[in-house]
């Protein structure tokens, strides 16, 4: 396979500046041939597209949208590890990915929302980026987004 910078390009995909913290911590922490990254939540151009909880209704964020959002927060989360590594042709493999969905409290659907995270990686990483995974319903999430995906992943040493 061609390395992972060529295949971004192939699927016509620009990783994005990394997020500012909105706290106190930093984006992303590599110990030994690990990075593990911070939360990210799915920020476009600095902000948020929208904001709620997921659900199948009025008022609330459509599961397809809130996984296009997860989508957005594993690109970001590659941009974090990018920033620490330089190149992602530097992956040996993505390990875990571990998301978030604020959920209306009759919404059961949160590993599919958490595909759109999975798919991307899939996409990028071919067989290196089958992970392990989990998918979490939560009450609410910083700024109230509807989705936070983070990342474990393996470096060449």
Request: charged content about 15%.
């Amino acid at each position: 396979m061609a390395g992972v910078e060529a295949r971004l390009a192939e699927l016509g995909i620009t990783l994005p500046e990394v997020a500012a913290p909105v706290a106190t911590y930093v984006p992303a922490v590599r110990t030994g041939s690990y990075v593990y990254t911070s939360g990210q939540l799915p920020f476009v151009d600095g902000a948020l597209p929208e904001t709620g909880k997921v659900g199948v209704g009025e008022g609330l964020v459509d599961p397809q949208t809130a996984a296009d959002y997860a989508r957005t927060c594993a690109l970001n989360a590659l941009a974090a590890v990018k920033s620490l590594t330089g190149s992602l042709d530097d992956v040996v493999r993505i390990v875990k990915v571990v998301g978030f969905v604020a959920s209306d409290p009759s919404f059961t659907g949160q590993p599919g929302v958490i595909n759109g995270a999975s798919t991307v990686l899939g996409e990028v990483f071919g067989d290196a980026g089958v992970h392990a995974r989990s998918a979490v319903g939560v009450a609410v999430l910083p700024l109230d987004s509807p989705v936070e995906v983070e990342l474990v992943v393996e470096l060449r040493s």
